[in-house]
């Protein structure tokens, strides 16, 4: 890792080792929470079947149409679209943590992210998600025409975002300061042939990157990128500047969790070629956000869902002769209830690892999990509520994103940004995001598990401590890091061939899928695709 720890910091020599070294003891004084999503859950649950302990006796048992298993955002997504279509009686089992990778949380009146922080306009292939960004009045008129007019509350305003390279801060994100001229003339051809793709259909008359990937062209000549990484790839083609690989590892490790030499170059291309929704009241590229990231979405899309909803997660799922029937257990106080749920149709929410567990033999729908289950990206989310603003560096402002040209970090988000102010808030978020990528994901996981709260502030302060030094530390009042141990399916190469993810995909039946996982990665627009489809196919 580039980044070097905490003693080693502390340790300069002279002056500066005396000021390091109290900040560092400062780190040690911070009041740090440690949230897993599902872990108790997850480990109650396994290490109760792994001793063949059996769980207590249904409760209750609940008479439902449809059933949802998961309140993700593709969960969330089925439970609007039944209301849209006229279909009010489901139940939805809200899983381990609600609303999933686009959950948030609280510093008192501060909201701030704990997954998800962003959501590119929506290009119009994808009428899915302008569907329901008009029907939350995010877009406020000509949701389909080729620029929808979008609420201003939630339209990324300026300084956008900077990078902290060389000791400096730089407008934007790909590196500029110091690169040679020759390497600024690959990034100019690379977003070129960008812009290239964007436009580009296959044989199949089909454009070849879009949202949702399954109406992306199948065209064979496009199909092969997803032989090879996205770093071959690049490599293949001449592209060789050091700060352009740096930049498109980043957005790899940004968007999928995963380093550019693991991800499919089908998949590290559709990051850029898919993105151009344009809006009538914004420049291209512009983002949507809120300053608890994607959680004031999900909450709004339940909101608007209706139905019914139930704490508890699912252990099994299981077809009958009428449908399907559920067994659900919420753990309270490390104390087991259980309850039975009976449908005509369930749709699976859920990750697949969790639904290859959950569901009965779930070979006979064609996915077998020790061939089809994908590999999942480990994610951290440390939120450091600031009582005050450190001290910038002078070169560019504070951003809404802000990125240090270093690994494992992808930098860190204000979460009073969006928030328009004459001055600045007294105290606001600083939401540092760390993809593990400088390990396996199984080693990933395994020093989470055993990590100190001081290890793992120390790594999700990496980012902070680089950009501001050892001063920052006072002027931080609390930290809560939130550790997703599977939080993403990573997209390596031959994820679009994948078969039994294919089989899932065009199941139609009792049981429904619907989960951002069918498409191989963890975005917003896959994962409400699958819910919208699923709710579609359960009401028939």
């Known amino acids: 890792m580039k980044r070097r720890s905490f003693l080693v910091w502390s340790a300069a020599s002279g002056a500066a080792a005396l000021g390091s070294a109290a900040g560092f003891s400062r780190w040690q004084e911070i009041d740090t929470s440690v949230n897993f999503p599902g872990r108790e859950q997850g480990h109650f649950l396994r290490n109760n079947l ?3 302990s059996a769980m207590p006796p249904p409760s209750e048992i609940i008479n439902t149409d449809v059933l949802i298993l998961g309140s993700g955002i593709a969960g969330l997504t089925a439970a609007w679209k039944l209301n849209k279509l006229g279909r009010q009686d489901f139940l939805m089992i809200k899983g381990p943590q609600p609303y999933g990778n686009a959950a948030g949380g609280h510093f008192g009146d501060l909201a701030y992210p704990t997954g998800g922080h962003y959501l590119p306009l929506p290009s119009p292939e994808s009428v899915h998600v302008r569907e329901i960004l008009s029907d939350l009045g995010i877009i406020q008129r000509n949701p389909y025409s080729e620029k929808p007019y979008y609420d201003e509350r939630y339209l990324l305003h300026g300084p956008e975002e900077r990078l902290l390279i060389n000791g400096k801060w730089q407008d934007g994100f790909i590196p500029t300061a110091g690169v040679p001229p020759q390497d600024l003339a690959e990034h100019q051809r690379f977003f070129a042939e960008v812009e290239r793709l964007r436009n ?12 949702p990937t399954v109406q992306s062209s199948a065209d064979p000549e496009w199909q092969a990128l997803d032989k090879i990484t996205l770093k071959t790839w690049l490599e293949q083609n001449g592209y060789h500047a050091p700060s352009l690989h740096w930049y498109l590892n980043y957005c790899c490790r940004d968007d999928y969790g995963t380093r550019y030499d693991q991800v499919s170059a089908w998949a590290g291309l559709h990051y850029y070629c898919s993105r151009w929704g344009q809006a009538e009241n914004a420049g291209n590229g512009a983002w949507l956000t809120w300053p608890g990231g994607m959680q004031p979405v999900a909450e709004a899309i339940d909101k608007a869902a209706g139905g019914g909803r139930k704490n508890g997660t699912a252990i099994s799922l299981t077809p009958t002769p009428d449908g399907v029937e559920a067994l659900c257990f919420e753990l309270i106080n490390g104390v087991a209830t259980t309850y039975t749920v009976r449908a005509r149709k369930a749709i699976c929410a859920m990750p697949l690892y ?4 959950v569901i009965e033999n779930i070979r006979q729908y064609g996915f077998d999990p020790t061939l089809h289950t994908p590999v999942y990206a480990p994610w951290m989310v440390a939120n450091f509520l600031m009582k005050a603003f450190p001290k910038e560096l002078p070169e560019a402002p504070l951003s809404w994103d802000n990125v240090v ?8 988000v204000v979460s009073t940004h969006q928030d328009i102010r004459v001055t600045p808030p007294d105290k606001t978020v600083f939401s540092a995001y760390v993809a593990l990528s400088d390990r396996s994901p199984e080693q990933a996981r395994k020093w989470m598990e055993t990590a100190s709260p001081k290890e793992l502030l120390a790594v999700a302060s990496a980012d902070l401590k680089t950009a501001y030094g050892w001063r920052f530390a006072a002027n931080v009042e609390r930290v809560d890091i939130t550790l997703r141990g599977h939080a993403m399916a990573a997209p390596r190469p031959g994820f679009r061939s994948n078969a039994g993810l294919k089989a899932l995909r065009e199941l139609d039946g009792p049981i429904l899928f619907a989960h951002a996982d069918l498409s191989g990665f963890s975005v917003f627009e896959e994962a409400a695709w699958w819910g919208y489809r699923a709710a579609k196919l359960a009401v028939r």
């Open 50 to 52: 792994r001793k063949n």
């Open 200 to 211: 580009l259909h296959g044989s199949d008359g089909k454009r070849v990157f879009v949202f």
């Open 354 to 357: 969790v639904a290859a567990r």
């Open 405 to 412: 040209y270093q690994e494992p970090g992808l930098g860190y």
